[in-house]
């Protein structure tokens, strides 16, 4: 296994476009009051922050993307685009045009799905589904539903997860990367270079998002990631006529899978919709049990590096290899988190007053009449 020239290029092209584009997605925020103000209790941040990051997530993924394609037609003066990334392409598109209209003009979670269902069905439609799940060929009756169920249930995980600064960022990051890694060990080239630059816009992204957040990426961010992340899931692993290869996207994606699974029964049993939200996610319950926004973060970031590394191990040496490393992670895992919260904290709340008071004075007033068009802020 090796990192290749377009690998490297496809990654740093990704990461600068994205870096240099935060801060104007930060200001397209504020003259569209994309603002996320926090008014009830699940909201952790203390102040009106902008929305609307994840166009810069958005914009350093496609110049990559669109970078590769131009440099393949200049190699081979042929045009070399399969139908399935140009599904893949299209259905971005619908999901970050419904993102950008939510994150300014709030609206109905059906109005959502609906939108997620298009571009779910563009994506199976141009080619993209499972095939094989534990070494059984499926039907195109039982294919194609699943495959949608499983694009927009990621799509939706990844969105519910992110809560704190800079989780949900970090989470489909190192989720991209073990898919990446995973692709070059199957000798997946195309689908390696579309997990590079995924991986690569949102680190550019992830320090603007970090505690203390200066912007959100909003749904425009978590629907394309977690969209992004639910289809080359498919095409890097759910292809794969190896029992194990249904483990590899369910471990990549286990934490914000985990969460969602959990957020549903939980509201089931209360009797409550399963689109409700509440304040019953993994990182609320962190931050009830005493550890600052950055703990939390950094644990999840933990358990989500992980999960993705026993992929890598399961794709490239086995089960075995994969159980040993599962087990001697957790050990640590389990033993670190007993002192989590242990002194330390500081610097974190050092940074909780940094976030009071260092914000720009022309921002804080441009917040104003922004805020007067915002309406209710987002449930998650």
Not at 110 to 137: D, E, H, P, R, S
Not at 226 to 236: A, E, K, P, R
Not at 253 to 267: H, K, M, Y
Not at 300 to 327: D, F, H, M, N, P
Request: aromatic residues 8%; negative net charge; glycine residues 10%.
């Amino acid at each position: 296994m090796y990192l290749s020239y377009e690998y490297i290029v496809s990654f740093l092209l990704a990461f600068i476009v994205a870096f240099c584009a935060t801060p104007i997605a930060k200001k397209v925020a504020f003259k569209f009051g994309a603002i996320d103000v926090p008014n009830d209790a699940r909201r952790v941040h203390k102040k009106p922050i902008p929305r609307l990051g994840g166009l810069a997530i958005v914009a350093g993924f496609f110049v990559s993307i669109i970078y590769n394609i131009l440099n393949d037609i200049m190699k081979t003066g042929e045009v070399k685009v399969s139908v399935q990334l140009l599904g893949l392409l299209g259905g971005i598109i619908i999901i970050v045009f419904i993102g950008v209209i939510d994150d300014i003009k709030q609206l109905r979670a059906l109005t959502k799905l609906v939108f997620q269902l298009a571009a779910a069905f563009m994506v199976v439609f141009t080619g993209t589904k499972m095939t094989v799940i534990c070494g059984i060929v499926l039907s195109d009756y039982i294919s194609y539903p699943l495959t949608i169920i499983w694009i927009i249930g990621i799509t939706n995980a990844i969105n519910l997860i992110d809560g704190l600064d800079g989780l949900a960022a970090g989470v489909s990051s190192i989720a991209s990367l073990s898919l990446f890694f995973v692709s070059i060990i199957s000798g997946l080239g195309d689908v390696a270079i579309i997990t590079a630059a995924l991986a690569a816009s949102t680190l550019g992204f992830l320090p603007f998002n970090f505690n203390p957040a200066k912007i959100f990426m909003g749904d425009t961010g978590s629907n394309f990631l977690g969209f992004t992340l639910g289809v080359i899931s498919i095409q890097g692993t759910l292809k794969s006529y190896t029992a194990i290869a249904i483990a590899i996207p369910l471990l990549v994606l286990g934490l914000p899978l985990f969460d969602t699974a959990s957020a549903i029964l939980r509201r089931l049993f209360e009797g409550k919709s399963i689109m409700a939200a509440d304040r019953g996610h993994i990182h609320h319950k962190l931050i009830d049990m005493g550890l600052s926004q950055r703990q939390s973060v950094v644990a999840l970031y933990t358990a989500s590096g992980a999960l993705g590394l026993c992929a890598i191990v399961l794709a490239e040496k086995g089960v075995v290899s994969a159980l040993i490393l599962v087990l001697a992670v957790s050990a640590f895992v389990i033993g670190g988190a007993k002192f989590m919260n242990d002194g330390g904290t500081d610097d974190d709340q050092d940074a909780d007053e940094n976030e009071e008071e260092d914000d720009e004075v022309g921002e804080v007033i441009n917040i104003v009449e922004p805020v007067n068009n915002v309406g209710i802020p987002k449930n998650k």
